[in-house]
């Protein structure tokens, strides 16, 4: 009997960040109807941002099962599951792991059912759209969290002649909590870091140095810089200057302080957030907090700030120490989906009946077909499935790392212990060797 008969379903999520598996996560749970029994299980792709006990307590999203896993082994994982296999798979990864991951599929599923495999983006989407959408091309679902977005991703399926099919419009999974109601007491004040945005020591320094200034200038606030992530640990993009050592030495007022923990306890107690594009704004904007878009490094699409053009939060600091509170459009609002009109609570109707439907289909479901082909890209697609340790065809390469057993204890020692120095190296000699060029 279907899961949209018995109300049962069997939901896998691939992640390969700590960000990736809280949408993945919180998106698999939108996704399931009301009152449904839902069995989750997580498994966390291995590689340089695999999210720490920290981060995933973090989060907040409980899973029936986790485990950490190569590319390789959880296909094989999915292959061994083929004849009774999930009903939904989220595919939570960068572009190239997400087609990867689909060409490997698409080979272990080659004499068995399969589940209805969805993807989409963690948030904003300002850079590389043709590249990361063709890279998603091939899942059911490819899911944008707005109306606007919907609208871009079809354009660029279509115009390379690709079916536009799965662009499913939802919303961002991780929107809620309680309305801005008014002032706190104290006033407070909110940045919401990014690790990659801006990205170099001058840019960081500035913005640093501007938020201890505003606290100076408003002893009665309380001014908090809430980070992502603790030095040592990663996130979906790489941090080479956290602002916990740039703030070192710089003897911030007592009202300045950092925080670290789940964004929206954070938002419950702010009256002002501030960012250079984080998409902590849409969650904030979500609630009608005041919400400001930070123009001091321009407005540019490597910032990410250009997507908030017509939103009405552009603003300087100069503006914010005046006393400036940005007023969102509501128009805009309504196309980026943070829409507070009790619209978000259907958001997410749509891809329930699109998998219900996939699900019930006569025969099961097709074979997965990405754009991506040996044939379509015989430069690029090779290189892509070659990182991910499989072939052309999307079978593991021989010799494939962790492909036929779990690692012995001195394996897992070593691989702790590399990705320790891979971590140092991007941020404390990757930097040391930049400046250096620059002399």
């Known amino acids: 009997m279907p899961a949209s008969a018995t109300k049962s379903l069997r939901i896998a999520v691939l992640a390969d960040s700590d960000t990736r598996w809280k949408w993945g996560a919180l998106t698999a749970r939108r996704l399931t109807p009301t009152g449904a029994d839902v069995r989750l299980d997580g498994y966390l792709l291995r590689g340089r941002a695999t999210p720490t006990a920290r981060q995933l ?4 999203v409980r899973a029936d099962s986790l485990s950490e896993v190569t590319g390789v082994q959880f296909l094989r994982a999915m292959s061994e599951n083929a004849e009774e ?56 679902l490819v899911l944008a969290n707005s109306a606007h977005d919907a609208d871009r991703f079809r354009a660029v399926y279509e115009g390379v ?43 960081r ?12 200038r408003h002893p009665g606030r309380e001014v908090l810089l809430k980070l992502r992530s603790k030095p040592g640990e990663h996130t979906t993009h790489i941090e080479e200057l956290p602002y916990q050592k740039l ?14 923990g789940h964004m929206g306890e954070v938002l419950d107690r702010t ?17 009608r907090i005041p919400t400001a878009v930070l123009t001091d490094l321009g407005v540019r699409e490597v910032l990410g700030n250009h997507h908030f053009t017509g939103s009405g939060c552009l603003a300087s600091w100069d503006q ?30 749509t891809a329930r009946e699109r998998i219900t439907r996939l699900l019930d289909r006569p025969g099961g479901l097709p074979p997965l077909n990405p754009y991506y082909t040996p044939e ?42 590399a990705r320790g120095a891979y971590r140092h190296g991007v941020q404390r000699v990757a930097p040391v060797i930049r400046r250096m060029g620059e002399l």
């Open 57 to 60: 307590r973090e989060v907040g």
């Open 320 to 349: 914010l120490d005046a006393g400036h509170r940005p007023a969102a459009d509501p128009e805009w609002l309504a196309r980026q989906g943070v829409s507070a009109d009790g619209s978000y609570g259907t958001a997410f109707d």
């Open 205 to 216: 320094a500035y913005l640093l140095n501007r938020l201890i200034e505003h606290a100076r």
């Open 376 to 417: 379509t890209a015989p430069g690029y697609l090779p290189g892509i499935l070659a990182r991910h340790h499989l072939g052309p065809d999307g079978a593991p390469l021989p010799g494939a790392p962790a492909a036929d057993k779990e690692p012995g204890p001195v394996r897992q020692i070593v691989r702790r212990a």
């Open 85 to 140: 296999p999930y009903d939904v798979l989220v595919l939570a990864l960068v572009g190239g792991g997400v087609q990867a991951m689909l060409h490997g599929l698409r080979n272990a599923w080659a004499s068995g059912g399969r589940p209805v495999v969805v993807t989409g983006y963690v948030g904003v989407v300002y850079e590389k759209l043709a590249d990361g959408l063709l890279l998603r091309h091939g899942a059911d």
């Open 247 to 260: 703030v070192q030495g710089m003897a911030p007022p007592a009202n300045f302080r950092l925080v670290y």
């Open 161 to 203: 002649g690709a079916d536009a099919a799965a662009v499913t419009e939802v919303a961002l999974p991780f929107l809620g909590g309680e309305p801005y109601a008014g002032e706190h007491d104290p006033y407070t004040v909110v940045f919401a870091a990014q690790p990659s945005v801006p990205d170099n020591r001058r840019d």
């Open 271 to 287: 009256d002002l957030l501030v960012t250079v594009s984080s998409t902590a704004a849409l969650e904030a904007l979500h609630r």
